[in-house]
């Protein structure tokens, strides 16, 4: 029998390392394919998940803008009637000014909520007669409003909504509202105009849901914020040029073709936010509602987090998995390749060791 060859003896050869060897490689061969693989496929689910909570809150927002604009539009229809009713039913035209002035104080007194001025005017705009919550007017401080627009639509037989403003006497978000005035031969005699405070009627739109961090503002036809849910707000930016956040912008453009479509930009608390407004039917104004994009878009950003997680926790598993597999199905083989070689050796009575 040959001696053995100690250059070639199985025993004093070097082991292989694991990083280089068969076992090894089919583990990396393995996690790669799973890490493509999830990738892929959690990218597609992202990407249809993505796609459909958008339009979903595509429809939200222009849900909740339409559901505000409604409850304003509401709120001013109604003041506007019920101002149209008192003068059908009160013959204002043939009372004299005392008898005026009782009727007009019984309003401000009933509707003390709604209203907190209330003007009668004559043919020439001339106030004749002037009730206030705040102040008790002398007849020498009574003045005219024949350049009003609101006169002059009364004139014309129509009844109109000022812009918003703040109210020189109590300082609240106020409108005016103006109706004419006319005889039972329907002869106009002059307008009958209110000035009603919408503090309240914010107060409302305030607990109206536009989720969790969002909020709605008031813009006139002209891209001016005239209201805000937070009173602080309103003092702080009334007036203020809103036109560079894209709803406004479609809104004071007037582009029919542009109407309720929802925008993602940086809103007007310094946030990015998706953003749409919705006109109000009856006035100048539009209700544009804002909803932080990290709010809306929160259940993608969870399942992007459950996706890395879930990646790195198959990769583990992968590697593990395959690391105990590729061993036992490396050992027999090595075990095969060593006979092998003590039998090229010389050792013909090696016997192959199942590990």
Known sequence: MNPRDPKRDPDTSPAVPWNRSLG????????????????????????????????????????????????????????????????EITPLSSMTTAQQHEVLEDLLISRQTIFSQVTLLDKTGAESVKVSRFHTYLPGELGTMATDPGFIDAMNGVSSISPAYISPDSGLLSIRVTVPVQTKQDEITGALTSEVNVVRLWQKVSHTNVGDTGYAYLVDKNGRFIAYQESAEVLQNYGRDMTRMPPVHDFVAGDPGDAQQVYEYQGMTGDDVIGVYAPIVGTGWAVVTELPTKEAYASITRMMYYLEALIIISIAGTGLLVYVVSRRIVRPIKALTESAERMAAGDLNAEVVES
């Not at 790669?32 to 249809?48: D, K, M, Q, R, Y």
């Open 24 to 87: 090894a490689k089919l583990s990396w061969a393995a996690i790669l394919i799973v890490i493509i693989a999830l990738t892929v496929t959690g990218a597609g689910l992202i990407a249809i998940a993505y796609s459909q909570e958008q339009q979903s809150m595509v429809d939200l927002q222009k849900s909740r803008a339409d559901n505000v604009a409604l409850l304003i539009s509401s709120f001013t229809g109604s003041v506007r009637d019920e101002l149209l009713l008192f003068e």
